[in-house]
């Protein structure tokens, strides 16, 4: 990868990040289901486009995706199999 998409997928990450920190989960494995589907919500209400909602999503996704290589804290759902992550 370049490092401008690096910096563009860590920026997504961190906004899921700081999201779920201000529900209250401080920990991936904290995150449930509804938090998820809440995510989408928030996604959806933003003022984005539609590649950057898909953005948004693919970088919460990859906490699942990696969670193999996360040993102390794992995503325990995974949010493509929600199906209101399907909605754009």
């Not at 953005?55 to 794992?74: G, P, S, Y």
């Not at 949010?79 to 909605?87: I, M, V």
Request: some cysteine; charged content about 25%; glycine content about 4%.
């Amino acid at each position: 990868l370049k490092q401008v998409s690096i910096r563009i997928a860590f920026s997504h990450v961190k906004k899921f990040l700081d999201w779920s920190h201000g529900r209250g989960r401080c920990t991936l494995a904290a995150i449930t289901r509804e938090d998820l589907v809440d995510y989408q919500q928030w996604v959806l209400l933003t003022d984005l486009s539609p590649t950057q909602r898909g953005m948004h999503r693919r970088a919460a996704r990859l906490f699942w995706v990696f969670r193999d290589a996360l040993h102390t804290d794992r995503l325990t759902v995974d949010p493509q199999r929600l199906q209101a992550w399907h909605n754009h």
